[in-house]
């Protein structure tokens, strides 16, 4: 089975079927606003609103991300410095708005922010950009290091240990618009996440958005066209820390505190974590890896310890098995619903994710006996996993958890194999037999 | 003043001398598959972590041997089971893959051994001073550190320029194809590369876990100083590995021995510095704080100006 190409390298619709497109694309950005607007009615638990403007400052961020390592082909290792220096600068304007001295409104905060990132991504762009793939992601590096080693030095701007504290509370209304409670800031964020969002896709179509695909599959060819591949990843760079620093901006407002963390190597990391684990082939892609890499962070710093390592086993996982992403995945069953044979699908892979549930419950279980080991003191000798009391200093929990993961491998490597068959049949052209 | 300076070049040959141990390997697994192995200084981690708990039962000399070669089988293991795959999929995705198998390892050394340093010792034998001389002393284990990357260099300059494996390595490094032809498994001369690479990560962090802390955040410190040694040496390069460790590690030295201001600095040239409070930041930063963005900032430089490096040959 073939990969598709990604929906970015797709040529342009061409003839009739533009119209239908065209009404198609305009009625998913509408049906993307109606469930930003939906949602808080939706989910009412008291954590979900938090959670929601997390995942949507992590969708612009994200987003901006693949502007970069998805549509330009850079991989980044420092693009949290354009979005904490974009947000530093808007939690000083927010600063200097609440004391009268700058008329800037709340919902406008973003927009500095931008305008902050894309000010830092011009500055360092300009000669960061000048190589493109192992070069460039050494300088991005160099600079993020640079950037993390001077925000201790400059506390004036980086506010030292304690970083810069803000209050929206105090800037001037717009509309008589206020953003006190989570919720009016939920519609403020989700407001600037479909505008950053449409911004972006619009960019992906621009020619200097084509432009920056032709140059991360063969730059050479594209010099010859007559582009300059340092211009158009130096443009792709700038749009890329504009949206970074709107989602800084975004930060400064729902958070009202940034500190150097913020832009570290760390930050960066986990941007590319979750645009990688989302699928970075697709506009969609680091959208669905941000709402997953936040749900799966803030849902299990919860229950354990060690999160990150978890979400280090799910990326690695998707470099070397998915390296399209989840959303490359569900693009693959394309034809398969198309051909209406999707249905087929449901029972092997039913089985396959069983199996797979079994064999990570054996896992999970194994590794946080071991971290319950490591880390908590003597004198403890159980642990809730999984809904039940185990004693890790015990030999039966870990023969039963050590049987979980082998049976559940063991299955799988069983259920896999037929469940991709399944698949190859669904997806076939042509009539179901 | 002369003390300072004479235990800044030795405290600076030990810390050269680490880096090049770190340095060596990195720049031969890059030279050989064009990967800049994010994960090198997780290796190094692991090393100290090994050591650490094979110590606790039988010693520290057996350590010092034992724990190198369990990193080199799991480094080997990183490239045949995890590198290879991905390599299909080109140098971003290789970089992108080593990126996680750092993070992983990171994670799995805190899940293992906790989050706080462990207490790694000194073996009593070489917690010694050495000499004495003006009126400071140097600890025995510095000078076995350096003993120690001093035996290594040598080692490897012999396999690669003296045997007839080193022979195969360096022909794999310019012409994989033709030795491919030849009868050789080049895949596993990479394998091997890259668990000898390891290993020698692995060694570094034997030796310096007891002086430098041993702590989940111990590759972080080291690892991207080390790429920077590669870098400015030129990718591929072991002499530039070898010259550039050695600069870097006596300029940070130097510059955390020496605690002057900027502002210091000019008004004793006859600059009347620090009279603005607008740049009141800048006139107080001291050298022991430039310190660390230094080898950044020559990273950044070199990058922009001789993308070879000091000694490389080719561009990345």
């Not at chain 2, 750092?102 to 790694?120: C, F, Q, S, T």
């Not at chain 2, 040496?233 to 050695?246: K, M, N, W």
Request: aromatic share 12%; hydrophobic share 60%.
């Amino acid at each position: 089975m073939s990969t598709p190409a990604p929906a970015t390298t797709r040529p342009l619709a061409a003839g009739r079927a533009v119209p239908t497109d065209r009404r198609r694309l305009y009625g998913l950005w509408i049906a993307a606003a109606v469930v930003l607007l939906a949602l808080p009615h939706v989910i009412r638990t008291p954590v979900g609103v938090p959670i929601m403007n997390q995942m949507g400052i992590a969708i612009v961020f994200a987003l901006s991300y693949n502007m970069l390592l998805g549509q330009a082909g850079m991989l980044s290792f420092g693009h949290a410095v354009y979005f904490g220096l974009g947000g530093f600068i808007a939690a000083h304007v927010l600063n200097l708005a609440g004391r009268g001295s700058l008329y800037v409104p709340v919902p406008l905060v973003p927009l500095v922010g931008g305008l902050g990132g894309l000010l830092a991504a011009a500055v360092l762009g300009s000669f960061s950009t000048a190589r493109a793939g192992t070069v460039f992601a050494m300088i991005s590096l160099g600079v993020a290091e640079l950037m993390a080693a001077s925000s201790l030095i400059f506390d004036r701007f980086f506010g030292g240990e304690e970083g810069i504290t803000t209050n929206r509370a105090k800037a001037p209304l717009l509309f008589g618009l206020s953003f006190t409670k989570d919720r009016e800031v939920y519609y403020l964020i989700a407001f600037w996440v479909l505008v950053a969002a449409a911004a972006m896709y619009a960019f992906s179509r621009t020619p200097v958005g084509r432009m920056a695909n032709a140059v991360r599959d063969n730059p050479e060819r594209a010099e010859f066209v007559g582009y300059s591949q340092r211009r158009v990843r130096f443009v792709s760079f700038c749009a890329a820390g504009l949206f970074a620093g709107v989602g800084g901006g975004l930060f400064a407002i729902n958070y009202e505190i940034l500190t150097a963390e913020n832009m570290g190597l760390n930050a960066s990391g986990a941007v590319l974590l979750m645009t990688y684990i989302g699928g970075i082939g697709y506009f969609v892609g680091p959208i669905m890896g941000a709402v997953v890499f936040t749900f799966l962070q803030s849902m299990l710093s919860d229950y354990t310890g060690i999160w990150l390592l978890y979400l280090g086993i799910l990326f690695l996982a998707t470099v070397l098995f998915v390296p399209t992403g989840l959303a490359g995945v569900l693009m693959l069953h394309a034809p398969a619903w198309r051909a209406r044979r999707l249905p087929r699908l449901f029972g092997p892979y039913l089985l396959a994710a069983g199996l797979a549930l079994v064999a990570a419950v054996g896992i999970v279980g194994l590794m946080e006996m071991v971290h319950f080991i490591a880390s908590a003191d003597a004198s403890r000798g159980a642990k809730r996993l999984f809904w039940v009391s185990v004693a890790p200093r015990t030999v039966t929990p870990w023969l039963v958890f050590a049987a979980l993961a082998a049976a559940g491998g063991l299955g799988l490597r069983w259920a896999a194999p037929r469940a991709a068959a399944a698949f190859v049949e669904a997806s076939r052209p042509g009539p179901g037999r | 003043m002369l003390q300072i300076a004479f235990f800044s070049v030795l405290n600076g040959l030990v810390y050269g001398m680490l880096l090049f141990m770190l340095a060596s390997g990195l720049t031969l697994i890059f030279g050989m598959m064009g990967v800049l192995n994010f994960a090198h200084a997780g290796f190094y981690m692991l090393g100290a972590y090994f050591a650490f708990t094979l110590g606790l039962s039988i010693g520290f000399w057996p350590a010092l041997v034992l724990a190198p070669l369990l990193v080199g089988v799991a480094g080997a293991l990183v490239e045949r089971y995890g590198l290879r795959r991905v390599h299909r999929f080109g140098h971003v995705a290789e970089l992108i893959f080593t990126f996680g198998v750092a993070l992983l390892i990171d994670e799995a050394v805190a899940l293992v051994w906790g989050r706080p340093a462990r207490g790694y010792q000194i073996p009593a034998v070489l917690d010694v001073p050495l000499f004495r001389v003006f009126g400071a002393s140097f600890p025995a284990y510095k000078a076995f550190m350096l003993l120690v990357a001093v035996a290594i260099f040598v080692f490897i300059f012999l396999i690669l320029t003296r045997t007839r494996a080193g022979l195969i390595i360096q022909a794999s490094l310019t012409h994989p194809g033709m030795v491919a032809m030849l009868g050789h498994n080049v895949p596993r001369v990479f394998m091997v590369v890259f668990g000898i690479g390891s290993a020698l990560a692995g060694l570094a962090g034997v030796i310096a876990g007891p002086v430098l802390g041993t702590f989940p955040g111990m590759a972080q410190v080291l690892g991207s100083i080390v790429f920077v040694v590669v870098v400015i040496g030129g990718l591929g390069s072991l002499t530039g590995a070898f010259v550039a460790s050695l600069l870097i590690g006596i300029v940070q030295t130097f510059a955390v021995a020496l605690d002057v201001s900027v502002g210091q600095v000019l008004m004793a040239v006859g600059v009347p510095a620090g009279a603005s409070a607008a740049l009141h930041d800048i006139w107080k930063v001291t050298v022991a704080q430039v310190a660390p963005i230094m080898p950044f900032l020559l990273l950044i430089i070199v990058l922009m100006v001789r993308p070879t490096g000091l000694f490389g040959t080719r561009e990345t």
